[in-house]
């Protein structure tokens, strides 16, 4: 990587405020979504059932399978 004025992952300080602040927004939220899903019964012990539904073509089918 290249310094600060031609370099293009430089992060300015008001980035940097906003990066710290959108990562504690997202661990908020988290606490909140397990919040709600422990309130509905689900747990690491008892895990959300889903079953996904994708078209037979490869690019579309082995996404699905993982």
């Known amino acids: 990587m290249q310094p600060a004025p031609a370099g293009l992952w430089v992060c300015r300080r008001?980035?940097?405020i906003h990066c710290r602040?959108?990562?504690a927004t997202v661990q908020k939220?988290?606490?909140?979504?397990?919040?709600i899903m422990?309130?509905?019964g689900?747990?690491?012990d008892n895990h959300l059932k889903i079953k996904?539904?994708?078209?037979?073509?490869?690019?579309?089918?082995?996404?699905?399978?993982i």
Do not use: F, M, W
Request: charged content about 25%; some cysteine.
């Open 42 to 44: 689900y747990s690491p």
């Open 14 to 16: 008001r980035c940097s």
């Open 29 to 35: 939220n988290r606490a909140e979504a397990r919040q």
């Open 21 to 23: 602040a959108t990562i």
């Open 52 to 65: 996904v539904t994708v078209r037979d073509i490869p690019y579309y089918r082995d996404p699905g399978v």
């Open 38 to 40: 422990k309130t509905l």
